[in-house]
């Protein structure tokens, strides 16, 4: 399977299963708490565009880095969630136990779908042909 195809169809699957998820997600939550709200909103497209975004690359890097990819790929998976500590730190949004799944089930939902594709990838690469 080519790059390009593994790329749209990467795409095309993380956009459906975490909008499904979104919309479950917002079914069951109290529509009247704004900062739940906004946690949620702000999970959903971190997640979806970092993860677009390192998948990508991982895909793009595929036949350059093809021994670092696993590094690659935990390096990224370490940035996510660095970068979202980080937003917490700056925002006015305190995040207890209660409100901690809110962001972990649109993390694992993205990880759980681009280890699918990194892993795709990496079965379709040929490393018997380094010299």
């Known amino acids: 399977m080519k790059i390009k195809q593994v ?18 997600h917002q079914y069951l939550i109290n529509k009247d708490d704004q900062v739940l709200q906004k946690l949620i909103d702000f999970s ?3 997640n979806v565009g970092i993860t677009l975004l390192f998948t990508i690359t991982i895909f793009l890097l595929s036949q350059k880095l ?3 990819l696993g590094f690659v ?3 990224g998976s370490f ?4 970068l979202f500590l980080l937003w917490l730190k700056t925002s006015a949004i305190s995040v207890d136990k209660s409100t901690y799944m809110h962001f ?13 594709y990194v892993s795709k990838i ?5 490393f018997q042909n380094d010299n």
């Not at 940035?79 to 660095?82: F, M, Q, Y």
Request: glycine residues 6%; proline residues 2%; contains cysteine.
């Open 44 to 46: 959903y497209k971190f």
């Open 79 to 82: 940035i996510k969630i660095a």
């Open 104 to 116: 972990f089930i649109p993390y694992f939902l993205c990880l759980i779908v681009e280890i699918f």
């Open 122 to 126: 990496l079965r379709n690469i040929n």
């Open 66 to 68: 093809k021994d670092q």
């Open 73 to 75: 790929f935990m390096v």
């Open 7 to 24: 790329a749209f169809q990467f795409t095309g699957v993380l956009f459906l299963l975490t909008g499904l998820t979104y919309l479950g």
